[in-house]
């Protein structure tokens, strides 16, 4: 098997990659022998950099040449082909001879992609109101020469007479989600959940017995042959999941359902039986226990969303540090009874360290899912708006291409769904103000690539 190289990261979408590979090498395509893969991963830590830098502007001739000009800089990258890209530029300053820019920062890869000897071009112009702004000049840098900070190397002859200094320069290391990992946060402290019931076959549920999944209309048909659609998905998710779960227990709810011995209607139960230990061991165990569960419950309506938030909720707002991060997932069908509850509890739930993610099995319209995800508008409730976006939707028909490889459909699944959690986990840290814990040794020294053989 060739090699795979990884040059930048790892970043989180490139532990993804690694992942749906481990996923794809593990159990092998079919009809594929399989050999070894080697993933070398390099971190490239200039890359995570970010610079602050202020310039200032001299006029030092006594012609008038900024008289009443309003100064800006424009700030270009050079690409590998030698040409340039746009990638700063500053506010105007009105009408001065000695233009103080405000700082402002970039990251080192939008300004010189991580090359420190690359050409940075400034451009200098006088702005005009008719958008015909006048050129006064240009100079060329690098990253390396900006780093030497305010000095008589960072003053700049933009055009006669005129000069460009750097007045300040801050590198700031940017933290990234795999900080937080190596730091030893135990993250993904998975709450695995799935709803139960579809209204399309409601008219079965209500002549409520045990085993209705033998009915092979049903999403939740237990085939001899293959995993139904909720299985498929709890197992896709679930195995990708778990690497990042210390324990790898997951407290596993269903909702949706009559319960014996009484028929009581729950939308929050154990699906292992066991309200006091509501905990199965890794997906395989929750598998289990799903199966299991469908055989001595009875699916029911109305599916309401709102308490299995809010019970995940709970223990998210018990862990304050940052030490733990909580993921919902829920499976489910798409039909949502509580519309207005569940709005309401993502809003409350938006400010604990915690991420839902909704896969919507079956033929519905997620108009209501597509809404909760909240990517276009962010979700509100009672003129409330959610602290930050918390929930990611992905309907799971999209991925369930029947002539395609499946196993390449779930990675797929799998990834898009994890797609914002790392967004969502650090604009939490973000908002908090938590730190990564230092990494704990041992520790691969930069450019020494790590090695990992599956
Ligand atoms: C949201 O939080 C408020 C205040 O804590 C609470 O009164 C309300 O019941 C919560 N909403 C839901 C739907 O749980």
């Given at each position: 098997m060739s090699l795979f190289c990884l040059q930048q990261g790892p970043s989180w979408k490139e532990v993804l990659v690694?992942?749906?590979?481990?996923?794809?090498?593990?159990?092998?395509?079919?009809?594929?022998?399989?050999?070894?893969?080697?993933?070398?991963?390099?971190?490239?830590?200039?890359?995570?950099?970010?610079?602050?830098?202020?310039?200032?502007?001299?006029?030092?001739?006594?012609?008038?040449?900024?008289?009443?000009?309003?100064?800006?800089?424009?700030?270009?990258?050079?690409?590998?082909?030698?040409?340039?890209?746009?990638?700063?530029?500053?506010?105007?300053?009105?009408n001065t001879l000695n233009p103080v820019w405000q700082a402002f920062k970039i990251p080192v890869r939008a300004l010189c992609n991580g090359d420190y000897d690359r050409t940075i071009k400034i451009e200098c112009y006088d702005w005009d109101r008719d958008g015909s702004h006048d050129f006064i000049g240009e100079f060329s840098t690098s990253y390396r020469e900006l780093s030497r900070g305010q000095s008589q190397f960072n003053v700049y002859e933009v055009s006669v007479c005129v000069c460009v200094t750097l007045l300040s320069f801050l590198v700031d290391i940017e933290v990234t989600f795999l900080d937080y990992i190596k730091g030893g946060h135990s993250f993904l402290y998975l709450a695995l959940l799935f709803h139960y019931c579809t209204l399309l076959l409601l008219s079965h549920y209500r002549t409520c017995f045990p085993g209705n999944p033998t009915q092979p209309t049903s999403l939740h048909y237990m085939s001899p042959y293959q995993m139904n659609a909720y299985a498929m998905a709890m197992k896709a998710v679930g195995e990708i999941i778990q690497d990042y779960d210390s324990d790898k227990m997951f407290p596993a709810l269903g909702f949706g359902a009559k319960l014996p011995p009484d028929g009581r209607v729950s939308h929050e139960f154990a699906l292992n039986g066991n309200p006091q230990n509501p905990y199965c061991a890794g997906v395989d165990g929750v598998m289990e226990a799903y199966y299991q569960s469908l055989k001595s419950v009875c699916l029911y309506g109305p599916t309401n969303f709102s308490p299995v938030i809010n019970h995940v909720a709970r223990y998210a707002a018990s862990v304050k540090d940052g030490s733990q991060y909580f993921?919902?997932?829920?499976?489910?069908?798409?039909?949502?009874?509580?519309?207005?509850?569940?709005?309401?509890?993502?809003?409350?739930?938006?400010?604990?360290?915690?991420?839902?993610?909704?896969?919507?099995?079956?033929?519905?319209?997620?108009?209501?899912?597509?809404?909760?995800?909240?990517?276009?508008?962010?979700?509100?409730?009672?003129?409330?708006?959610?602290?930050?976006?918390?929930?990611?939707?992905?309907?799971?028909?999209?991925?369930?291409?029947?002539?395609?490889?499946?196993?390449?459909?779930?990675?797929?699944?799998?990834?898009?769904?994890?797609?914002?959690?790392?967004?969502?986990?650090?604009?939490?840290?973000?908002?908090?103000?938590?730190?990564?814990?230092?990494?704990?040794?041992?520790?691969?020294?930069p450019g020494h690539p790590l090695q990992t053989q599956i």
């Open positions: 690694y992942q749906c590979l481990c996923f794809v090498f593990n159990r092998g395509l079919p009809g594929k022998k399989c050999g070894n893969i080697i993933v070398k991963a390099e971190e490239m830590g200039n890359c995570r950099e970010s610079v602050m830098m202020q310039f200032c502007g001299n006029k030092l001739d006594k012609k008038d040449f900024f008289g009443k000009s309003d100064p800006f800089l424009v700030f270009y990258r050079c690409n590998e082909d030698g040409t340039f890209t746009t990638c700063h530029k500053t506010e105007v300053v009105k993921i919902l997932l829920i499976i489910t069908d798409g039909v949502i009874s509580d519309m207005a509850q569940t709005k309401e509890s993502i809003v409350n739930a938006s400010c604990h360290p915690m991420s839902i993610i909704i896969i919507g099995v079956g033929p519905a319209e997620f108009d209501a899912m597509i809404e909760l995800d909240g990517d276009e508008v962010r979700i509100s409730s009672k003129g409330r708006y959610a602290e930050r976006d918390i929930v990611q939707f992905v309907p799971f028909r999209d991925y369930t291409d029947r002539t395609g490889n499946h196993i390449l459909s779930m990675a797929r699944l799998a990834k898009d769904v994890l797609a914002e959690i790392p967004d969502q986990f650090l604009s939490y840290m973000r908002i908090r103000g938590i730190k990564p814990s230092p990494a704990p040794p041992p520790y691969t020294p």
